[in-house]
């Protein structure tokens, strides 16, 4: 076993290899005791080491973390960053070549390129044809990343449909097209995962490769969306999903496009026809038009995924939490057609907003001790402008909110808008999702939900409304929340 190796002189930068064959970069840190550097199965695993707790944490997924951690020990020692940095390259490096890790092509790669290479042997191919690393590796990714060639890759990802020009179209979709030096592309291998178990090799070969312009990881599924992509497409069919995923890798606003399509395909399935168009833009006409509720002829609605834990009904136990009286005896409402199709956006971005009484009280109400507040779009460009930050279709909601026929409410964190809630005028949450139509944290839901029923804004006799209402009533309590300046 080699003896420690002071990386720069009259420091505590020091690299040690252990007796079990890992590495220890000690950098003695405020944020961190050390970096573990351990071959695993032909793979290079990075912990992060911590003194206080005494316990290490797994930052493989995030190849930049340790640099970050690194530059941070430099400076506190007044230290260049750079310096420290070159001196771990290469003592990694070295570490890499006795335990026969990916190695890059190009000494000089960055240390973030490096580790992710190590971390991810099948995205080291990309890296020496000059793709930089992704921020976080998705977790749907990581196990076809950490095959060591293409066709161990292709053969985790896509099995009996690994072919040969499925092999060589996995390994180049990885490269970001037209500028290679950028992240590395996972949005083509997203879709192909998507289509795995409907498309044969031709097909999925000729998806992986068309993926054109780039794009970033604010456009990559999660784990739940790629799922939800792979039922619907294996509803379409081989030839119309082909088709639909051509389209999200090809038209502009794709993924965004794509990702709305599946949410709304699950709503309304049971109404759609049986023919159904080819194309991605055609197929999501066609499901804005089934939705029950129309800002512009059309919702995507989200039920939150709630359920009872005991067994007390849910309206009982809303009214037992919030000290509300006996609702009176149910009425039934017949069934009624669905309204028209409201008039598309106002042309005017200046067109205000009007709210009423009780929903202008909690504009800017700051919840958990402000950590939260509400507040409300005043114009038309406002609403589109959230459309635009929570990559959504808000767009396409000012009509609706000019009517009264939607109120739309925001939730910002530390001044930055998080999510968006929409109310009938009645009172009923008809949706409350965060950017990308993405689910909201239970306790964030049940803080927001508390405040509106007790202003008057929610109605809690309502039925539509009792999931979130009881996941208010599990929530803390909100007491005497202060208006926000």
């Known amino acids: 076993m080699p003896p420690p190796l002071t990386l ?61 951690l690194i530059d941070e020990a430099a400076s506190e020692q ?9 001196r771990v390259r290469e003592a990694l490096r070295d570490f890499a070549i006795r335990r026969r890790l990916w190695v890059p092509a190009d000494p000089a790669v960055d240390g973030p390129a490096l580790t992710m290479g190590m971390c991810f042997p099948f995205a080291g191919l990309a890296i020496d044809r000059g793709a930089r690393a992704v921020q976080e590796v998705p977790r749907w990714a990581v196990e076809i990343l950490a095959q060591r060639t293409g066709r161990a890759a292709a053969g ?8 040969r020009r499925v092999v060589r179209a996995l390994a180049a979709s990885l490269v970001p097209p037209d500028d290679p030096h950028r992240p590395l592309a996972l949005f083509p291998l997203a879709l ?3 289509a795995s178990a409907v498309l044969d090799a031709d097909r999925l070969a000729a998806v992986l490769s068309a993926v054109r312009p780039y794009r970033s990881a604010d456009d990559w599924p999660d784990v739940e969306l790629l799922r939800l992509g792979q039922a619907v497409l294996a509803r379409l069919g081989a030839s119309r999903a082909a088709r639909v995923l051509n389209d999200a890798a090809e038209l502009p606003s794709g993924p965004q496009v794509l990702y709305e399509t ?3 395909f699950r709503a309304v399935e049971s109404q759609l026809p049986s023919r159904l168009p080819m194309r991605l833009p055609s197929l999501h006409e066609l499901c804005r038009s089934q939705m029950a509720i129309d800002p512009r002829g ?14 007390e009904p849910v309206d009982q136990r809303v009214r037992r ?6 609702p009176p005896p149910p009425v039934r409402v017949p069934a009624q057609p669905l309204a028209a199709p409201l008039a598309n956006r106002p042309t005017d971005l200046r067109t205000p907003i009007s709210y009423p009484s009780a929903v202008r009280a909690v504009d800017r109400l700051a919840l958990r001790g402000g950590e939260l507040r509400l507040v409300l779009p005043r114009t038309v460009g406002e609403i589109v402008e959230w459309g635009r930050r929570l990559r959504n279709c808000l767009g396409d909601y000012p009509a609706a909110a000019v009517s009264g026929q939607s109120v739309l409410l925001g939730v910002e964190r530390s001044d ?8 009938t005028s009645e009172g009923a949450i008809r949706q409350f999702l965060g950017p990308a139509n993405r689910a909201v944290r239970s306790a964030d839901a049940a803080v927001v939900v508390q405040a509106l029923v007790q202003h008057r804004v929610v109605d809690s006799s309502l039925a539509s409304n009792s999931p979130w209402l009881c996941l208010a009533a599990a929530g803390p309590a909100v007491s005497q929340p202060a208006l926000g300046v």
């Open 8 to 68: 720069i002189p009259r420091t505590s930068f020091t690299w040690r290899e252990r007796s079990d064959g890992a590495a220890v970069l000690t950098l003695e840190a405020r944020s961190a005791h050390a970096l573990v550097f351990e071959a695993e199965h032909d793979r290079l695993r990075v912990a992060l080491a911590l003194a206080r707790p005494s316990r290490s944490i797994n930052i493989s997924l995030q190849p930049g973390l340790a640099w970050a």
């Open 78 to 86: 007044s230290l260049p960053g750079s310096q420290l940095r070159a």
């Open 156 to 163: 985790h990802a896509f099995g009996r449909n690994a072919s």
């Open 192 to 194: 192909g995962l998507m």
């Open 262 to 264: 599946l949410r709304m």
């Open 298 to 311: 059309a919702e995507t609605r989200c039920a939150p995924p709630l359920s009872v834990a005991d067994d």
């Open 321 to 326: 939490v919030f000290g509300l009286p006996d």
């Open 416 to 423: 930055r808008l998080v999510y968006c809630l929409e109310l």
